[in-house]
């Protein structure tokens, strides 16, 4: 079986989808960069309880490498359509303090890590890093640098903003090291544009990508979203057939999640222009006919690479992972080490987050302490949900056997309530469960965390508890 060609065959060559099934299946879940997803975590979780579980386990289990994530909050303005942690500000002595502050927490922490391992991953994000000055910028890997333990084959990348980031800012971070940047364009029509406060020209993505391999990065990524204001299927055909004469590495197509109860700005977007549903459905559809025809694959979760990407590799021999910074292929099992506000970090057995307001996070750093606010230990049902729902997510497929070996059970009789919650999803053509395996369909691949929600213990809870969803639509 060709698991990419099924899939472009239905989307290039098939007639398309009902949309009653479409309907079906366009319900609020969770994108399972973690598991259990954060709404579960606890506040009681905080700074005394992260040092201590660091002290149990840092030096008396397998030594798994690290992933290394920095939150870099400053924007100069706020695009409407982001949910993102951020700090809008035109006043730049903001972030120099703030980086004072950052290499104080570097402090605080080290003496909880075991710096002999290798950092397989290292990847600033936003806000806008950019925002940051070069020199700013070079003296935090210079501290970073210092303590860490790089593997010489380590993604080193970081997120950039067209519009405010300079030749200089790219030949700097390309003499460090950093190897792969991200940018966001979102969509390159003027309306829409004008509609999400993100006006950006082509000419200037244009120009940061060429720069950026002029000086050597191997790696550009390019982020659209559909579902914004104003989209129609024709004016997003217009604005993927740009990207791809961009000729980007890899591609990340999210859906838009309108989440105004959580980021209230987005409410300065009106929402009747927005495509929904179905309407949706067609955008995305056709984005990714254009994207297949144009040689990428589809990776999963609105993301596409070449094929000869490390990420499309990775999906073919079952190496690809999931974390909060989206799909990984050198982290591996990696633990994610995060710092700066709100950063989030995935120990083996424990997340924990810091806190999201600024004044907090100086709080916390200027009296000695971790900014920890919250976090969650697993329990041994959680790390057996988690290694289930990660292999959905990732390789669209499960081997029970697999589960059954690694952790002890029968996998029919553990979950016998999830693989009857699939019988409907078998009967519409989403996935196969035969030979004790789970076997995605092409159109499955898009529903796939319609799939792996069944597996959540926690999610039923969650949706019936809250008067708001917590989690975008899956369409």
């Known amino acids: 079986m060709n698991r990419q060609a099924d899939f472009k065959d239905l989307f290039v060559h098939s007639t398309g989808v009902e949309d009653a099934l479409l309907e079906r299946y366009n319900l609020s879940g969770p994108r399972y960069t973690s598991y259990p997803t954060a709404p579960v975590w606890q506040d009681a979780f905080g700074a005394d309880a992260l040092t201590t579980m660091l002290a149990k386990t840092q030096t008396k289990q397998v030594a798994l490498p690290y992933s290394l994530y920095i939150h870099l909050p400053f924007c100069e303005s706020r695009c409407h359509f982001c949910a993102c942690n951020v700090v809008v500000t035109k006043q730049t002595q903001h972030a120099e303090k703030y980086l004072e502050l950052l290499f104080q927490e570097i402090d605080l922490l080290l003496p909880h890590l075991d710096l002999s391992r290798p950092v397989m991953q290292f990847h600033l994000g936003g806000g806008t890093p950019t925002y940051m000055t070069p020199q700013q910028l070079e003296r935090l890997w210079v501290k970073i640098n210092q303590h860490f333990n790089f593997h010489p084959q380590a993604e080193i990348s970081l997120e950039a903003d067209p519009r ?3 030749r200089e800012h790219l030949e700097t971070l390309a003499r460090l090291g950093f190897n792969r940047i991200s940018m966001g364009v979102q969509d ?7 509609a999400i406060h993100r006006v950006q020209s082509v000419e200037e993505t244009q120009t940061l ?11 550009v990524n390019v982020d659209l979203i559909y579902g914004l204001p104003h989209q129609t299927a024709e004016s997003f055909y217009e604005t993927v057939a740009t990207i791809i ?13 309108h989440v105004p109860w959580m980021a209230p700005w987005q409410s300065y977007m009106p929402q009747e222009a927005m495509p929904k549903g179905t309407e949706k459905y067609v955008i995305f559809r056709q984005a990714t006919k254009q994207f297949l025809e144009a040689g990428y694959v589809y990776i999963g979760m609105d993301h596409y690479a070449k094929p000869n990407d490390e990420m499309a590799r990775a999906w073919d021999d079952a190496s690809l992972h999931r974390n909060f910074m989206g799909y990984t292929v050198r982290a591996g099992q990696a ?11 995935s120990w083996k057995g424990y997340y924990s987050q810091n806190v999201k307001k600024l004044s907090q996070y100086e709080t916390a750093i200027s009296s000695g302490r971790l900014p920890t606010w919250r976090g969650y230990a697993l329990s041994d049902d959680d790390l057996l949900r988690q290694a289930v729902i990660m292999q959905l997510m990732c390789q669209n497929r499960l081997d029970f056997a697999s589960i059954d070996a690694q952790f002890k059970i029968t996998f029919e009789s553990y979950f016998a309530d999830a693989l009857e919650a699939l019988e409907p999803l078998e009967a519409d053509g989403l996935l196969s469960i035969e030979n004790r395996r789970i076997e995605f369909s092409p159109l499955g691949r898009i529903f796939s965390r319609n799939i792996a ?7 039923q809870a969650q949706v019936s508890g809250s008067q708001k969803p917590l989690f975008s639509k899956t369409l």
């Open 164 to 166: 405010v980031t300079t």
């Open 188 to 194: 390159v029509d003027p309306t829409v544009q004008e």
């Open 335 to 345: 633990e994610l080490v995060g710092l700066g506000l709100s950063a989030i970090s």
């Open 453 to 459: 929600m069944p597996f959540d213990a926690y999610l």
């Open 245 to 257: 004469r961009l000729n980007p590495d890899r591609l990340a197509v999210y859906n838009y999640a």
């Open 209 to 219: 990508i060429d720069t950026a391999r002029a000086v050597g990065f191997d790696g």
